[in-house]
């Protein structure tokens, strides 16, 4: 090759892709940060902090044969970040403090597959990277949990089941408490892409919760270390673990003296500190704590300072990454969170950063939504179901809001501002009574397509009557491009749009009675006279069309749109669909989010 073609590839190679080119350059190696986020919390990660996720928890079910997954809609949001965030691996934690049944599963050579199979199973279906292994611990009940002796070699036999059953591509971890003891690590490594080590809760006040040393380079001890970070390391270390399989896990938490402070206290719960203490620094142990009057330590926890430190260890000792224990316990302004990427994912952060300037939405999140669906479904309504979720994600982005998806089990409907359904409505009694209830006190709802689908068969009358008193007459088919007139004349959900828009395909469905004759409703949009005779299958030769409305004695708009994977490719429809959703959502009985 000669010289100047050369040149020639490499500038149009730092045209194309200057960012990738200046990571290669980098010396900085890849390391990961790996966070905990709970089923309990509503704290959305942000997915430029970490590179991995563990959802916590599922467990072992009641019959020893598979997982049960505790909030499964807010695993189907956090799996829903990788939309934005390509790179990012969730993984389902299973296990955690006082989380029992793995004995009797790892017991017996079925329950270890039939446990495997279903690992395997959840992955796929929700879209997760792979499985965590929070067994705490093999051959202890110290948790209050069920143990044999024959657990860490039962631990084994399970790891390589599910390191089959998920398949070689698929992460696989667990965590290890700082003592590296109940699991023979030889055997389990193959099998494990890394370890997290729980490297904290190694002491209560007067102890510190997390010491990063017990001795400096003198030799002198610190009073209120027991156990330290360092000698977790090591143990994992002397175990047979390759640093490279390691990441240190860190608390974003501390632990109280149950007098001054509670035994847990989040790390955005404790500043500053009580009247009466003062903030002090273990110089030994290189960790921070409150001390009362006497000196005397009565919350041993981590701040930024220590943190740092931790995070310095790790390069250091050239560890595969950080993990801590959990997201939601930084305070609002991220400082540990972000602390630890700047750290140990330098370049992921300072891109963000710059991507962050240009953002106005904070952290405090605007508003809460749920999005409703079903698999269950002809393909084309299934297709426009997983646009949907994908659309409506993006939303969340720029606007500041929370969207938790939840496919075919409807839960409780409380703390949603606005619950969207673009496919199906719910089918159970229980379920529809709840709905009800949940519009008839204010509730929001956004609909499209089937979701609006109701005649004989749909057995729910309340539901007729909300979407306006109609019902299925006919559809047009095959599906195809229609050319709308949009109404309302200056209502928020048709304000600045065009007179007219050329919809993209979608099938279409006619009402008996016609949704106008309902002085309730509020026609926005329909078919414009043009678009008849419409379908070739399925034909609508004229008559009034309404597409678009909201039923005024209540929250909702419906939106026929919906059918098949094009709806979201036209700006001008995606605008109605916007205003939809934000002017359902500023009618909030709590107020206008988007006024805040
Ligand atoms: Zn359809």
Not at 21 to 27: E, R
Request: net charge negative; proline share 7%; with cysteine.
């Amino acid at each position: 090759m000669n010289k100047t073609l050369l040149c020639a590839i490499v500038s149009m190679t730092l045209l194309g892709c200057g960012v990738s080119l200046a990571q290669n350059h980098s010396k900085e190696p890849a390391r990961i940060v790996v966070a905990y986020v709970t089923s309990w919390s509503d704290v959305m990660p942000d997915p430029s902090l970490v590179t991995h996720i563990n959802y916590a928890f599922g467990h072992v079910n009641d019959t020893f044969d598979g997982v049960r997954i505790d909030n499964e809609p807010r695993l189907r949001s956090i799996t829903a970040l990788k939309l934005e965030a390509p790179d990012l691996k969730v993984c389902l934690s299973i296990g955690g403090w006082g989380s029992g049944r793995f004995s009797e599963m790892a017991a017996t050579e079925n329950n270890r597959k039939a446990f495997a199979l279903d690992c395997s199973r959840i992955v796929d279906e929700f879209n997760l990277d792979g499985i965590d292994m929070d067994w705490e611990y093999p051959t202890s009940s110290s948790a209050g949990i069920s143990s044999s002796p024959d657990d860490t070699k039962n631990y084994t036999l399970l790891i390589k089941e599910i390191r089959t059953a998920i398949g070689p591509s698929k992460l696989l971890t667990m965590a290890s408490p700082s003592n590296a003891k109940f699991v023979d690590f030889p055997d389990v490594l193959p099998h494990m892409d890394f370890i997290n080590v729980m490297a904290y809760d190694m002491g209560r006040p007067p102890r510190h919760n997390a010491a990063l040393y017990r001795q400096d380079e003198s030799g002198n001890t610190s009073p209120f270390a027991r156990g330290s970070v360092d000698r977790a390391i090591q143990n994992h270390l002397d175990a047979g673990i390759p640093r490279e399989k390691l990441t240190l896990g860190m608390p974003l938490y501390g632990h109280g003296d149950k007098v001054n402070y509670p035994d847990y206290v989040d790390f955005k719960d404790m500043n500053p500190p009580k009247e009466g203490l003062t903030k002090e620094w273990d110089e030994i142990a290189r960790v921070p704590y409150y001390a009362d009057s006497e000196g005397k330590p009565v919350l041993g926890y981590d701040d930024v300072r220590s943190i740092t430190e931790k995070c310095r260890y790790i390069k250091d000792k050239d560890l595969l990454g950080g993990m801590y224990w959990e997201y939601s316990c930084d305070n609002q302004e991220g400082d540990l969170i972000r602390t630890i990427a700047a750290e140990l994912i330098p370049k992921k952060f300072v891109s963000a950063q710059k991507v962050r300037k240009a953002s106005y939405a904070g952290k405090q999140k605007r508003f809460k939504a749920l999005l409703f669906y079903s698999d269950n479904v002809e393909e084309a309504h299934r297709e426009f179901a997983s646009q949907a979720v994908g659309f409506f994600k993006k939303l969340t982005v720029g606007d500041g809001w929370i969207l938790d998806v939840s496919k075919d089990k409807f839960p409780d409907l409380d703390s949603y501002d606005i619950v969207i359904m673009p496919d199906v409505i719910p089918w159970g009694k229980n379920d529809r009574e709840r709905f009800q209830k949940y519009m008839e006190n204010g509730g929001g709802w956004l609909g499209f397509h089937a979701a609006g689908y109701n005649d004989a068969s749909t057995g729910w009358d309340w539901f007729q009557r909300f979407l306006g008193g109609v019902s299925f007459l006919c559809n047009t088919w095959p599906p195809q491009p229609a050319l709308v007139e949009v109404e309302g004349s200056g209502h928020p959900v048709t304000k600045n749009l065009p007179k007219r828009y050329v919809a993209p395909s979608s099938e279409y469905y006619q009402w008996n009675p016609d949704p106008r004759s309902n002085p309730d409703l509020r026609i926005l949009a329909s078919l414009a006279e043009e678009n008849f005779p419409m379908g070739l299958k399925d034909v609508v030769y004229g008559g009034d069309f309404p597409v678009v409305w909201t039923n005024t004695k209540f929250r909702m708009v419906y939106i026929n749109m919906g059918h098949g994977d094009e709806t979201f490719s036209d700006p001008t429809q995606n605008l109605l669909i916007i205003n939809a959703l934000r002017w359902i959502v500023s009618q909030s009985p709590s107020g206008d989010p988007f006024s805040r």
